[in-house]
Structure formats: C-alpha cells, structure tokens
C-alpha cells in the first residue's frame, strides 16, 4: 500500500485531499477516516525506522495530531497531496526521535551516573523545616512551595508569579541552598 491514494478502510471513496478539506473546516468524521487511513502506513514506517513497536505507535500518535492539527489551522497549502505532507511529518519526527535516541544513548554511556545521594539518617523534624521556610524570602518560598508541593514547572510557577522561568529556577536554587544550610545539611558560604 502506498502513501497517495485512497485504501478500502475509509468509510467512504472520498480521496485523501477531500477529506482533508472537509477536516480543515471541522468535519471529525473527515479527520478520523484521515486518522484510519494512515494510522497502519505511518506505524509501518515506523517500525521500519525506529525497529520498535511502542515507538511506532508513539510516530503514528504524534503524527496524526500534527497533522489534524495543521489541518484545523489551515496550514496545509496542498490538501490533494496529503500523504507526501504526512510522509515528510514522519520523516521529521522519526528523525527527531532517532536523533534523541541517539543522544540518551551517548549520554549515558559516555560517563556513569552520580550515585544518589543518602537520605538523612533520621527524618528532619517538621517544625524545624517549617522554620527554615519561614526564613526564606517570599519569593523563595513561593517558589519553594509551587515546586514541591504544587509540583508545577518553572513555566507554570513563571506565569502564576510574573517572572521569567529562568528567575524562578534561579530562585529555587537559591531558596534550596538556604534550606540546606539551614538544616545543617550543607556548610554556610562565606
């Protein structure tokens, strides 16, 4: 089967470029029979090329949602060439995804993981943390607070309190190593 044309899947002998007008302006039934009809060709290029089942079916995922995507924006200039639009969207990502592959592979062989740090010996005592939070500036502790409790990302902490990402990830560090020394867990700087 190859990438242009119609396959005996669709839920009707629309040809691919019909279907993704229809998709474009909002038809669902138009981009799930877009969905069905390349699902099966993009998994194979992805076995093809990243020699994984899980990872194919990650492609096919990613690619399907990039191109209805692109599809609502009105950012397909050639409907009627549909399948190369989405044969080179599955170039893209499986090259991306080789190349990440790739650099996890270098990384962890290139040098040994730290060993993880030892836990305390006894838990700290919460009214003791509770202090050292008290301490921190309210920025700190905000930021503090939005990370490991709230657990949200820098972004989210950088939107929630008008501030950069890079100042909150600037500020957590500072805030953590004012925790640490205050519990005892790491010499002051001086």
Request: glycine residues 4%.
């Amino acid at each position: 089967m190859g990438w242009a044309g119609t396959t005996a899947d669709a839920p009707d002998d629309a040809s691919d470029g019909a279907l993704a007008r229809r998709a474009a302006r909002g038809d669902r039934a138009a981009e799930e029979a877009l969905c069905r009809r390349f699902r099966p060709r993009i998994r194979l290029y992805g076995l093809r090329h990243l020699r994984e089942e899980a990872a194919a079916a990650d492609l096919a995922q990613d690619v399907l949602v990039a191109v209805i995507a692109r599809l609502r924006a009105g950012a397909v200039r050639e409907p009627d060439r549909l399948a190369s639009f989405v044969l080179s969207t599955c170039r893209q990502l499986a090259g991306s995804a080789v190349r990440t592959a790739r650099r996890r592979e270098a990384l962890l062989s290139a040098e040994p993981l730290p060993a993880p740090l030892d836990p305390p010996a006894e838990p700290l005592p919460r009214d003791r943390l509770a202090r050292c939070l008290e301490a921190l500036a309210a920025r700190e502790r905000a930021v503090v607070v939005a990370t490991f409790y709230a657990e949200q990302p820098a972004e989210a902490i950088s939107r929630d309190h008008a501030l950069s990402a890079a100042h909150v990830r600037v500020l957590r560090h500072r805030a953590l190593r004012h925790l640490r020394t205050c519990l005892g867990l790491e010499e002051a700087a001086g």
